[in-house]
């Protein structure tokens, strides 16, 4: 069946929401508006107060190590003790915010918007959650560093960088992972019998089961576990106790930690040669037809439908698999599956992208600071903290409760008290919604008793809420 | 799924177990308790360590297998809170112990759901849609159970209140349900709702959730009043009670709490997860507390999506695991007790030889909770609300008569 590819399915649907002229600037080839925001290197995010995670993590050493000095020397519960905890946050906290702001700013401000969905479908792909205070400071480098270089390469690269970055490391805690039969392990077990180190199985299993085969594809319990083993040694630079190897705060393979041995992971042997042991594993999980499945899956339930047809899911799969995982092939072959602009409006816009479309349609400059953060936390989605590593829901129903709604249309009010004197909503209504907007919002935004309750009307309509 | 024929469970209190705490449809009515009962489920998401918040501390291979992570015998400094031999519970959980005490706590142990793999996505997605596996639907059980009970009152009502800006799988479903948290921003003006109201008219799914808010916004405001606050749940609670004590407010009220999944670091009397069982325990004590006299007619449920590996990792944490602990706790319980068909945690009695073997189905106790205390039909318990559920029989008597 035909469907009409329209300007305002590809700005909302596909971008981050039409800003005023974007939709006549599409005009009417909206699948080439997009595919020319695949062509040409990503943009690097710069702005002040960006660090690097290597140059983060070193700092957090140092202040981890005063802690623990700090701990030795005042009792618990002395004043000391209790500022020491402190000190980690503290020193994370204005790097997320800088982080954060120029994220907010990036999505509000460009002109690349289905790139910049697709950076952020896989940072919330290969989710770590800013609850655990270690990725903090860091959670929004292993964006910066790992996906958003990456976003229009290869499947298997991105995996890589995101599996062997820092942030990754520390939040699924295969940086301390050590293998039984490891030198470290006789070492240590030598000097404390009674505290033996051993695996921890969590990154391998969130691999398996989150990044890339997806669970219930076949993989076992064995299969974890010894995959754990294989990627033992995955650590970070610096201090680690008696040890101490690599850059600090960089991704650092330490042998002295690593699983001696050949190991067998979902059938296939691989022989033990160092780091490239878990490369090779990664690489081929991520060449198997589960994991084409699982990301086609996810990335048709992420820009088409909650419950996307089978075959549009097979058509994404079949172009990962048949370009090896080409990821600007894969992105092209959603815009061409089935469902991908049909009407009506299914997908219900997350609070995130509920924002960054009311900043992009009304032109709202970013402040600095928490101010500008604020709305993020108050309607739900707190940037990089989705709790969990697998990342924020994606279905309608996740985000669409009452009291979320609530929240949505007073922050709307909020912004039409403030804004409203200052826009014509009369006029913003078509070139935010183009042919999505309905006589009803028209004819109430038309109708409304003052400037700032017609913009909140927009803002609240139906047709702004859903994409 | 695997049997709970081998019966051994350990007995504590004065109530007889074993053979008759199995029931089939019996009724249990009393003559206003489909009015009066309230019901709050709460999820601990992440794989609450049941073996570090009630330890075995009896058991003989307890200490050896939970190295740094074991706490000592009560009595002790930083030991546990007793309980019956051979468990306790975790030092942080006074609040828990003292309705034990009191006879208004049922303790869960070496239960499960019937999922068997360890992801916790697919696990929760079991735990809350009530079937055998993970994504077979995509509604939740206690939303069914609620479809299912009587009408009273003839008005249609919310029956259910979901404390977040959104409803969790197991409160999804068929029947009439809304949602709640506090809110930093400025309520909007009568006039500017009403249009709002309006442009939804021809929006079914925005129209009811609006209408939804703005009567849980009503029922939140005035509990809000007697607020206190202070604990890590305080605000969510309060909210919760104050629906729950309102006469023709929601019987059923559901919350998460999240931060239970201790892969590294996990501490035992004191650290990270004390910290967070403290705070689970005070906003316990907050909910008794707002509750006044509905707490008589209360009964909470504690239930995780699976435990955690008997043995630590080598990060001092544990990873995932399957046989867990559970609470039952409020005035309308039978409690004092801790129900369990103990393995025991010898090398051959682990399941998988990592976990703690699982002997009882977390159905059975829910199945129990919807018959005799929010009185759903038995019928509807054992096809719509959990279907597939025939060998997890309901446990009988866990609720006062």
Redesign the interface.
């Known amino acids: 069946m035909l469907q009409p590819f329209t300007s305002a399915i590809a700005a909302n649907r596909f971008g981050l929401g039409a800003r005023p002229g974007d939709l006549a600037h599409i005009g009417n080839d909206p699948v080439g508006w997009l595919r020319v925001q695949l062509k040409g290197a990503p943009p690097a995010l710069a702005a002040e107060g960006l660090r690097s995670s290597a140059d983060i993590i070193a700092q957090s050493l140092v202040v981890r190590r005063e802690i623990r000095q700090a701990r030795q020397e005042a009792r618990n519960g002395d004043a000391a003790a209790l500022e020491a905890v402190t000190k980690l946050p503290k020193l994370f906290r204005p790097l997320y915010i800088a982080e954060v702001t120029a994220r907010f700013r990036q999505a509000a401000a460009t002109d690349r918007p289905f790139l910049e969905r697709v950076t952020q479908f896989w940072t919330n792909h290969f989710a770590v959650s800013v609850d655990k205070v270690a990725v903090l400071g860091v959670a929004g480098s292993l964006e910066r560093e790992a996906i958003r270089p990456r976003v229009l390469g290869n499947f298997t690269g991105l995996l890589l960088a995101v599996e062997q970055h820092p942030a990754m490391l520390l939040y699924l805690d295969n940086h301390i992972s050590v293998g039984p039969h490891s030198r470290a392990a006789a070492i240590v077990g030598r000097r404390n019998a009674k505290r033996p180190v051993g695996i921890n199985e969590n990154l391998a299993r969130e691999i398996m089961e989150l990044h890339t085969l997806g669970v219930g594809s076949g993989y076992t319990q064995a299969d974890v576990t010894t995959f754990a083993e294989v990627i033992t040694g995955w650590s970070i630079g610096g201090e680690a106790g008696r040890f101490s190897s690599g850059a600090p705060g960089q991704f650092v393979f330490r042998s002295e930690l690593h699983e001696p041995g050949a190991k067998v992971v979902l059938g296939k042997r691989y022989p033990d040669n160092g780091i490239e042991q878990g490369e090779a594993v990664l690489r081929d999980i991520a060449a198997r037809p589960a994991t084409a499945h699982f990301i086609a899956t996810k990335l048709c339930r992420h820009f088409i439908a909650d419950d996307p047809a089978p075959a549009a899911v097979a058509h994404v799969a079949n172009a990962f698999t048949s370009s090896g995982g080409d990821l600007p092939t894969v992105y092209q072959a959603l815009l061409t599956a089935p469902g991908a602009w049909a009407q009506p409006l299914s997908k219900y816009k997350t609070p995130s992208d509920y924002i960054v479309s009311t900043f992009r349609g009304l032109e709202l400059p970013v402040g600095d600071g928490r101010g500008a953060l604020g709305a993020f936390e108050v309607l739900g989605q707190r940037t990089y903290s989705p709790g969990s590593p697998a990342g924020w829901p994606d279905r309608s129903d996740d985000w669409s409760g009452a009291s979320a709604l609530m929240k949505r249309i007073e922050w709307a009010d909020a912004v039409g008290q403030r804004v409203g004197g200052r826009r014509e909503a009369a006029g913003l209504a078509p070139e935010l919604l183009g042919g999505n907007l309905s006589a009803n919002t028209s004819t109430a935004i038309s109708r409304a008793a003052s400037a700032p309750q017609a913009l909140t009307l927009l803002l609240a309509a139906p047709e702004f809420m859903r994409r | 799924m695997q049997s709970f024929g081998r019966r051994r469970f350990i007995r504590s209190g004065a109530w007889a177990l074993g053979a008759t705490l199995v029931t089939s449809g019996v009724s249990f009515a009393r003559a206003d308790a489909d009015t009066k009962s309230r019901f709050v489920f709460v999820i601990l ?2 794989a609450l360590d049941g073996l570090a918040v009630v330890p075995p501390y009896g058991d003989p291979d307890y200490a050896s297998l939970r ?2 992570l074991a706490l000592h015998a009560p009595g002790s400094a930083g030991g546990v809170l007793p309980l019956s031999n051979p468990f306790g519970l975790h030092p942080s959980c006074q609040f828990l112990h003292e309705c034990f005490t009191a006879r208004e706590l049922v303790v869960f142990h070496a239960i499960s759901s019937p999922y068997r ?6 696990g929760q997605d079991v735990l809350e849609n009530g079937t055998v596996r ?1 994504h077979a639907v ?1 509604t939740g059980w206690l939303n069914r159970a609620l479809a299912a009970m009587p009408v009273r009152g003839g008005a249609e009502r919310e029956r259910g209140v ?1 404390l ?4 969790p799988l197991v409160m ?1 479903g068929p029947a009439a349900v ?4 506090p ?6 003006d009568d ?3 009403q ?2 109201t ?6 079914p ?2 129209a009811k ?2 209408a ?3 009567a ?2 009503e029922i939140a405001a005035s509990s809000q009043a007697m607020a206190q606050g202070g604990t890590r749940y305080g605000e969510v609670i309060n909210a919760a009670a104050g629906f729950l004590r309102r006469e023709d407010g929601p019987q059923v009220a559901v919350f998460d709490t ?2 239970w ?1 201790t ?2 670091n996990e501490g035992s009397a004191e650290g990270q997860l004390a910290g967070r069982l403290a705070a689970l325990d005070a906003g316990l004590r907050t909910l008794k507390e707002q509750l006044g006299p509905v707490w008589k007619d209360t009964a909470v449920v504690l239930a995780t999506e699976f435990g955690r590996t008997v043995a630590v ?3 001092r ?1 544990t ?2 695991g399957t046989g867990a602990a559970a609470f039952l706790l409020g005035g309308a319980v039978r409690g004092g007790r801790v129900l369990a068909d103990w393995p025991g945690l010898s090398a051959r009695a682990l399941y ?1 030889g990592r976990d703690l073997q699982p002997t009882l189905d977390l159905r059975a106790v829910l199945k129990g909770v919807l018959q005799e205390h929010l009185l759903v039909p038995y019928d509807a318990v054992e096809s719509s609300v959990f279907p597939d559920s025939a060998r997890a029989k309901a446990l009988k008597g866990l609720i006062r008569t």
């Open positions: 998401r992440g190295r740094d793999e360890r992801s916790h996505f697919d993970p995509q979901a977040g800006q959104n409803v999804r809304t949602s709640w948290s809110s930093k921003l400025a309520a909007l006039d500017t709702l249009r709002i309006d442009l939804y008219a021809s929006d799914l925005l959730r609006l939804d808010a703005l849980a916004d999240i931060g999944d892969h590294a990792n080598g990060t944490g990873d995932h998988q």
